[in-house]
């Protein structure tokens, strides 16, 4: 089984985008490239595939679901699990997130000390 290394990171507000950060790389010992918005990161996306995304949904110009559309489209990233971030708890909202081909979904706010579990824990489930 291919191990979780290198996570790319979509979110727009810059305390959880510190906090998610510091999380993964610090606890986690993971490597993370970040972007503010969805545009930044179709227009720097990586050359290097990221094992895993992380996408924040509600995000200015380019949410994260347009975002993940126009992510399927580029070459390499098909297949990259993708989990959603999000603040929306309704049970509508998941199984929409699902349908776009969200491999699962962490609710905002998120314990910082156990994020690194939790997609360790998706990756397995995976695989």
Same mark, same amino acid.
């Given at each position: *089984?291919?191990? =979780?290394?290198?996570? #790319?990171? @979509?979110? $727009?507000?810059?305390?959880?985008?510190?906090?998610? %950060?510091?999380?993964?790389?610090?606890?986690?010992?993971?490597?993370?490239?970040?972007?503010?918005?969805?545009?930044?990161?179709?227009?720097?996306?990586?050359?290097?595939?990221?094992? *895993?995304?992380? =996408?924040?949904?509600? #995000?200015? @110009?380019? $949410?994260?679901?347009?975002?993940?559309?126009?992510? %399927?489209?580029?070459?390499?990233?098909?297949?990259?699990?993708?989990?959603?971030?999000?603040?929306?708890?309704?049970?509508?909202?998941?199984?929409?997130?699902?349908?776009?081909?969200?491999?699962?979904?962490?609710?905002?706010?998120?314990?910082?000390?156990?994020?690194?579990?939790?997609?360790?824990?998706?990756?397995?489930?995976?695989?």
């Amino acid at each position: *089984m291919k191990e =979780l290394h290198r996570i #790319m990171h @979509v979110e $727009d507000d810059p305390d959880i985008r510190e906090i998610t %950060r510091m999380s993964l790389e610090l606890v986690g010992g993971f490597e993370v490239v970040q972007f503010n918005c969805g545009v930044e990161a179709i227009e720097n996306i990586p050359a290097q595939v990221p094992d *895993m995304i992380l =996408l924040d949904v509600m #995000m200015p @110009v380019m $949410d994260g679901m347009e975002t993940l559309k126009k992510l %399927r489209e580029i070459a390499g990233y098909e297949d990259v699990p993708v989990i959603f971030v999000t603040a929306k708890t309704s049970r509508a909202d998941f199984s929409h997130l699902r349908d776009l081909g969200a491999q699962d979904i962490i609710l905002k706010p998120f314990e910082p000390m156990e994020l690194p579990n939790q997609l360790l824990k998706i990756w397995e489930n995976c695989q």
